[in-house]
């Protein structure tokens, strides 16, 4: 059972427009989410995240929005750029009692900006 | 600082041999985490550590066992390896704090098991 989910495995968008990735999650005990970017041969980078206690999260080209009800998060890259171009994962986790918190991770999706 | 180090960086191993990746990092993070990523499968945890001489399992641990000796140091062993592991290993780290959720990750080992 996945509990994020990231359904559309590729993307691709104009240099210059928008680029919007999705997330959902099952959970609804998850109460911090992440995105990260993958380049080939390289490990994941953090790029933004937010708490459950806001619904938007923003930092230069990127905003993370998170839809509690829907349990729908999504990551818009405003203006994209070619070196956008890379895998983006969500990644879910929840904090439990010991302070221990596991991350759960989307399958990914590759966005390919054109220039 | 050089973050997170894995070694080694790529390994063929036949079925049934065992081999160990090493994962390092200098930043004094107490979290440590062991993650396979297949295709279409996203990123999975194997195994994980919250301090020196803890380790704990996570979503994926049958076929793998972990050491954390050293709070620097977290060990991913593979005793009889299977064609099934053969993969991209990824380890990370992160901060105990609570707010400092991020977590860093190392380049990857990538493994084939013939």
């Known amino acids: 059972d996945q509990q994020v989910k990231q359904n559309s495995p590729s993307l691709s968008v104009q240099e210059g427009r928008i680029s919007i990735l999705n997330c959902d999650y099952t959970?609804?005990?998850?109460?911090?989410f992440l995105w990260y970017k993958k380049y080939p041969a390289e490990g994941p980078t953090f790029l933004i995240s937010?708490?459950?206690?806001?619904d938007k999260n923003e930092d230069g080209r990127f905003t993370v929005f998170l839809n509690k009800s829907a349990k729908h998060l999504s990551l818009h890259i405003v203006p994209s750029q070619p070196g956008d171009s890379a895998v983006y994962f969500c990644a879910a986790s929840r904090g439990s009692t010991s302070g221990t918190y596991k991350y759960i991770f989307g399958t990914g999706t590759r966005l390919k900006v054109l220039a | 600082n050089a973050g997170v180090t894995q070694t080694p960086k790529f390994r063929v191993l036949k079925t049934g041999q065992s081999m160990t990746l090493l994962c390092a990092q200098d930043?004094?993070?107490?979290?440590m985490y062991w993650y396979r990523q297949d295709p279409g499968m996203g990123l999975r945890l194997i195994h994980y550590s919250v301090g020196e001489g803890t380790t704990a399992k996570g979503e994926v641990p049958d076929g793998y066992n972990v050491s954390r000796l050293k709070k620097q140091n977290f060990l991913l062993g593979l005793e009889s390896a299977a064609p099934s592991q053969t993969s991209v290993y990824f380890c990370?780290?992160?901060?105990?704090?609570?707010?400092?959720?991020?977590?860093?990750f190392g380049p990857g080992t990538r493994l084939t098991v013939l």
């Open positions: 937010i708490s459950s206690i806001k």
């Open positions: 959970n609804s005990m998850f109460d911090y």
């Open positions: 930043m004094n993070h107490e979290y």
């Open positions: 990370a780290s992160r901060h105990l704090a609570v707010g400092y959720n991020e977590q860093f």
